[in-house]
């Protein structure tokens, strides 16, 4: 069974940091694409960070560029989320997820199909 925790959220001011941890289960962190999008209320899902361990290749939204930083940890099948500069914009439930079904055929970060529980993230101007 597929399973993503993530976790790590909280409140900050403007400017501050949060690292965003997921631990996984059910598949591995190598052999497929993982990743993070968040949702704000009242917006659309955006993907906002992916990492394809297997090709070496990182995929970052325009709207975090810059400010967040991803990496993996394959042998635990852990991923973490380094958010640097956070404006209040950044406020919004975090997921990990991953391309598992069709990996990579949208392209990096193009098709997340499993997540699991979000952790909030709120920055205060």
């Not at 070496?56 to 991923?79: H, P, Q």
Request: proline share 4%; glycine share 12%; net charge negative.
């Amino acid at each position: 069974e597929v399973q993503l925790q993530a976790s790590g959220g909280g409140s900050v001011p403007a400017g501050g940091s949060l690292t965003l941890s997921c631990q996984g289960s059910g598949f591995s962190f190598y052999e497929y694409p993982v990743g993070w999008f968040r949702q704000a209320p009242g917006k659309e899902r955006e993907a906002i960070s992916c990492i394809d361990s297997q090709n070496d290749e990182t995929f970052y939204a325009d709207s975090v560029k810059g400010r967040f930083t991803i990496s993996v940890d394959n042998a635990k099948d852990r991923l973490y989320l380094q958010m640097d500069g956070l404006r209040p914009e950044d406020t919004a439930v975090y997921y990990c997820a991953a391309d598992l079904l069709t990996p990579l055929a949208r392209g990096l970060c193009g098709d997340l199909d499993h997540w699991g529980k979000g952790t909030q993230v709120t920055v205060s101007s």
